[in-house]
């Protein structure tokens, strides 16, 4: 059984190798990296990659994929929409932590880069439904240049400082981007802290499994 990824960087491929060895050892799993894929996103929309991102897609298929999961909140929308004329599932990491999210009276939406905030804006919607819940948003200042220039310690330390910011009063934290959530192990918040990694690809081997 194969579950091909698509990332937006490299940095995934170790954080989802480690969950399907801990989670789903008998998964096999074939990581796509197209890191201009987000370059173009953010300054062009999620829409102009939609030809790209598909292409991506069906050539993953084409090596025997049973599904894709969509790493890239970014991207997440377009990777979903491909579904249809690829014939295999395809899933966007953080839906799953929406549907969780949206539970909850208040939600605080952090993000490290502004073009993320949309999509999970969009995606939290239509996940709740005719539920409405209370929705803040933070990007956190100077996170994304430390991430970019391979500082993943000061990457996580500085997200997780901004939620130690949060009022206590908050709600439930999510943490938009997928490389974001280690840093729920460094905060001191007390509010519920969720990511998207785990979440995702548990769904992901479950569409395998049902696909294949």
């Known amino acids: 059984m194969t579950l091909a990824l698509l990332h937006t960087s490299a940095a ?8 399907r060895d801990r ?4 998964l096999g ?28 897609l069906a050539e993953a298929v084409a090596d025997g994929a049973r599904a894709v999961l969509c790493t890239c909140s970014t991207i997440g929308g377009v990777a979903e ?29 952090v993000a490290t880069v502004e073009s993320t905030l949309a999509p999970t804006l969009d995606l939290l919607r239509e996940e709740s439904g005719d539920r409405t819940s209370f929705v803040t948003t ?3 200042d100077g996170a994304w240049e430390r991430f970019e220039a391979g500082d993943r310690d000061g990457y996580l330390d500085t997200i997780a400082a901004a939620l130690d910011r949060i ?13 974001m959530a ?23 081997a479950t569409a395998v499994r049902r696909h294949g």
Do not use: C, K, N, Y
Request: glycine share 6%; aromatic share 0%.
């Open 182 to 204: 280690d840093a729920a192990e460094r905060t001191t918040t007390p509010l519920p802290v969720l990511s998207s990694p785990r979440l995702g690809l548990a769904a992901a």
């Open 167 to 179: 009022p206590a009063d908050g709600g439930v934290v999510v943490l938009a981007q997928a490389s």
């Open 81 to 109: 929409r491909s579904a249809a004329e690829l014939g295999v599932p395809v899933l966007r990491v953080d839906r799953p932590m929406a549907a969780e999210a949206v539970a909850s009276d208040r939600i605080v939406v």
């Open 138 to 140: 933070l990007v956190v």
């Open 29 to 56: 799993l074939r990581h796509l990296v197209v890191e201009e894929l987000l370059e173009r996103a953010r300054v062009e929309g999620p829409q102009a990659v939609a030809g790209a991102v598909r292409d991506a």
């Open 23 to 26: 989670h789903h050892p008998e």
């Open 12 to 19: 995934h491929v170790p954080v989802f190798d480690g969950l």
